[in-house]
């Protein structure tokens, strides 16, 4: 072979060789860490998450996301407000009450999951308590960061009650159902199927259980949705726009399958008891995310008439300083294509 002949074929493999340690010395594209809390502990409910997660669809989009249990649907939009998470399952009616009071680095809703008020009251089945008009002079128990609770005095205006003669005590989360049927209290704050299977690990039937439930008193409001903070909307939008897009598909997958939700949970909580939240994600898909709008706007968005209403109603029962518009609590821009979003759950 000549020697020129030779020479460019060394010379091209050498070329090539080096290309292809400069390639593979290359680091793997960054992705885009995102640090999310939910709404509670881990629950058959939040399956959509994890199989999001565990299937890759996060990952697909460049990121990585990390799921911190929580400790209240209200505790986790302070906790995106101010910076310790950038995204939180949380609910609206907290970031409401934010927005009118601090709107200027408030956080914003971009994905509505539950679209049914599950705020409730919970009694015992025998108490004398069966209006809310029942509830002047008793004793009521929740959590600090329970979203009932916060939504109370809006409750109480809502019902024409007077709330000054109810007694409020703060309990423990897990202590909640205990003390309800020790008759500790009255009546317990929450939501209605976390308290129902709550109880039902406990031992306690539903038939042992009354509820007096905020939305049979005109509060149709929106609950909880993912929440994420003003940064993050701000420098990395389409970060956003890929995290809807895979829980959207989590969400479908849920719906297909729900007892490979619930076993995503229980990849993360052993100890849950599988049988009781497949039931609970049934009982929450029913009452807490099959509003009849959904046929029309899909799962995750909002109708913004419905919202503004729920927004007048907090703003007017609760005094708040100001009057939020819709778009400064929920923002459709990052949601999936309306065509891809859930119409119909069952």
Same mark, same amino acid.
């Given at each position: 072979?000549?020697?020129?002949?030779?020479?460019?074929?060394?010379?091209?493999?050498?070329?090539?060789?080096?290309?292809?340690?400069? %390639?593979?010395?290359?680091?793997?594209?960054?992705?885009?860490?995102?640090?999310? #809390? /939910?709404?509670?502990?881990?629950?058959?409910? @939040?399956?959509?998450?994890?199989?999001?997660?565990?299937?890759? !669809?996060?990952?697909?989009?460049?990121?990585?996301?990390?799921?911190? @249990?929580? *400790?209240?649907?209200?505790?986790?939009?302070? /906790? #995106?407000? +101010?910076?310790? !998470?950038?995204?939180?399952?949380?609910?609206? *009616?907290?970031? =409401?009450? /934010? #927005?009118?009071?601090?709107?200027?680095?408030?956080?914003?809703?971009? !994905?509505?999951?539950?679209?049914?008020?599950?705020?409730? =009251?919970?009694?015992?089945?025998?108490?004398?308590?069966?209006?809310?008009?029942?509830?002047?002079?008793?004793?009521?128990?929740?959590?600090?960061?329970?979203?009932?609770?916060?939504?109370?005095?809006?409750?109480? &205006?809502?019902?024409?009650?007077?709330?000054?003669?109810?007694?409020?005590?703060?309990?423990?989360?897990? /202590?909640?159902?205990?003390?309800?049927?020790?008759?500790?209290?009255?009546?317990?704050?929450?939501?209605? *199927?976390?308290?129902?299977?709550?109880?039902? %690990?406990?031992?306690?039937?539903?038939? &042992?259980?009354?509820?007096?439930?905020?939305?049979? !008193?005109?509060?149709?409001?929106?609950? +909880?949705?993912? =929440?994420?903070?003003?940064?993050?909307?701000?420098?990395?939008?389409?970060?956003?726009?890929?995290? %809807?897009?895979?829980?959207?598909?989590? #969400?479908?997958?849920?719906?297909?399958?729900?007892?490979?939700?619930?076993?995503?949970?229980?990849?993360?909580?052993?100890?849950?008891?599988? $049988?009781?939240?497949?039931?609970?994600?049934?009982?929450?898909?029913?009452?807490?995310?099959?509003?009849?709008?959904?046929?029309?706007?899909?799962?995750? +968005?909002?109708?913004?008439?419905?919202? @503004?209403?729920?927004?007048?109603?907090?703003?007017?029962?609760?005094?708040?300083?100001?009057? $939020?518009?819709?778009? @400064?609590?929920?923002?459709?821009?990052?949601?999936?294509?309306?065509?891809?979003?859930?119409?119909?759950?069952?």
């Amino acid at each position: 072979m000549p020697l020129t002949k030779l020479s460019r074929r060394l010379t091209l493999a050498l070329a090539l060789g080096l290309a292809g340690t400069s %390639l593979a010395a290359l680091p793997a594209a960054a992705q885009t860490k995102i640090k999310l #809390v /939910l709404n509670w502990k881990y629950q058959g409910p @939040q399956g959509m998450f994890f199989l999001a997660q565990d299937r890759g !669809y996060f990952k697909e989009e460049g990121l990585d996301v990390t799921i911190d @249990q929580g *400790n209240g649907s209200g505790a986790a939009v302070p /906790l #995106v407000a +101010n910076g310790t !998470y950038d995204m939180g399952f949380g609910d609206v *009616n907290a970031l =409401i009450e /934010l #927005v009118a009071k601090k709107p200027a680095d408030a956080p914003i809703a971009t !994905y509505i999951m539950f679209n049914q008020p599950p705020f409730t =009251i919970a009694v015992k089945a025998d108490s004398p308590i069966k209006t809310p008009k029942d509830l002047e002079g008793k004793t009521l128990g929740g959590a600090a960061n329970d979203g009932a609770l916060k939504l109370f005095p809006a409750f109480c &205006k809502q019902a024409k009650i007077d709330c000054s003669t109810i007694k409020i005590t703060n309990m423990q989360p897990n /202590l909640r159902e205990q003390m309800l049927m020790q008759g500790q209290v009255d009546g317990v704050f929450g939501y209605v *199927n976390t308290i129902r299977f709550s109880a039902k %690990l406990i031992g306690v039937d539903d038939d &042992k259980l009354r509820y007096i439930s905020y939305g049979d !008193y005109g509060m149709d409001l929106y609950s +909880n949705g993912i =929440i994420v903070s003003n940064e993050m909307v701000k420098t990395k939008p389409e970060a956003v726009k890929g995290f %809807l897009k895979a829980l959207n598909k989590g #969400v479908i997958d849920m719906l297909k399958d729900p007892d490979a939700a619930v076993a995503a949970v229980a990849k993360r909580e052993p100890l849950i008891k599988i $049988p009781v939240e497949r039931e609970r994600l049934d009982a929450t898909l029913k009452a807490e995310m099959n509003h009849p709008e959904i046929a029309k706007i899909g799962l995750g +968005n909002v109708d913004p008439a419905r919202l @503004q209403r729920a927004i007048d109603i907090l703003v007017e029962a609760n005094n708040l300083p100001t009057t $939020p518009k819709v778009d @400064q609590i929920f923002t459709p821009a990052f949601l999936p294509p309306v065509a891809d979003l859930p119409k119909k759950l069952f």
